[in-house]
């Protein structure tokens, strides 16, 4: 029933789509995602986000920045937001590009959504970009890039989800991943420690079997003991669409402008028609539906 943007090529790339439920009000998780400062604070994609126009349609112009120890990303991008919509929900998308060689992420499009529900709403978004780095992104994109991305995504909006409902700063719950990540490590190690010891040294039968018990014991325990409930988890997201309509991208999509649009010196074809392509495997509603 949707359209498909762009060309057809780009629909060999799989769409990242995330959805989890936040127990909080639209309002509030409206805030968070679409104010420019709050953003980055809880998405791994961005460090910074920067304003730079806004047309007489509403479109929002931006530069972003993800910082590497060694170097910046930078890119630029238009968003649309509506806050509110005939069906209750509201939505905001995306068209983003940059000209930086070392960036995994080339042109790309995509969307979020609102959906309320009886104690809260629906965050979902779907997008997909043409990958970065030449011949070795394209080598690396459905194997390594594109489900570290989903990760990164996922856990963001569990992040998100912790700082709309609890009030929990995202550097905290980033800092209690880290914590909890840390103790796992320092318990798989320790138990590859005993099992070593195992095969190591001249012990008795029942003392090796004993230590190999405990060994596996310790493997066990680290890695199924649950995660607190403050630690954020991409598990706690779904990755596949529950329905169609989730995995839909608004209508107004479609007319986003690409972000160097009006860069000129040739920029404007490049953009535009790469942004086109990453678009063409999200399936977008009907005109007239935001």
């Not at 972003?64 to 890119?75: A, M, Q, R, S």
């Not at 103790?183 to 029942?206: D, K």
Request: hydrophobic share 40%.
């Amino acid at each position: 029933m949707g359209k498909r943007l762009g060309l057809a090529e780009s629909a060999k790339r799989t769409p990242i789509y995330v959805e989890i439920p936040i127990r909080a009000t639209m309002e509030r998780v409206w805030e968070l995602s679409q104010n420019p400062e709050l953003h980055p604070r809880w998405d791994l994609r961005f460090s910074r986000i920067i304003p730079t126009d806004q047309d007489a349609n509403g479109q929002l112009r931006f530069r972003y920045e993800f910082l590497l120890p060694l170097h910046t990303i930078k890119g630029t991008g238009t968003s649309l937001g509506h806050r509110h919509r005939s069906d209750g929900q509201a939505t905001s998308v995306l068209k983003f590009d940059t000209a930086d060689v070392l960036s995994p992420i080339g042109a790309g499009a995509g969307y979020w959504r609102y959906v309320p529900t009886a104690d809260g709403l629906r965050f979902i978004t779907g997008y997909n970009y043409q990958p970065g780095m030449g011949f070795l992104g394209q080598a690396l994109d459905a194997r390594l890039i594109r489900p570290a991305l989903g990760w990164a995504t996922a856990i963001s909006f569990d992040r998100l989800r912790l700082w709309a409902e609890s009030d929990l700063e995202p550097q905290d719950s980033r800092n209690l991943w880290f914590l909890d990540a840390g103790a796992r490590a320092i318990g798989m190690v320790g138990a590859a420690s005993l099992l070593r010891r195992v095969f190591s040294q001249r012990t008795t039968t029942g003392a090796k079997a004993g230590m190999t018990a405990l060994g596996m014991s310790v493997a066990l325990a680290t890695w199924a003991l649950p995660t607190h409930s403050s630690v954020p988890r991409a598990g706690r997201c779904l990755r596949t669409a529950p329905d169609a309509r989730s995995a839909r991208a608004p209508s107004a999509l479609a007319d986003l402008k690409a972000p160097r649009q009006h860069d000129g010196e040739g920029g404007e074809a490049v953009a535009t028609r790469a942004e086109n392509q990453t678009a063409a495997s999200i399936t977008s509603e009907p005109a007239g539906k935001y």
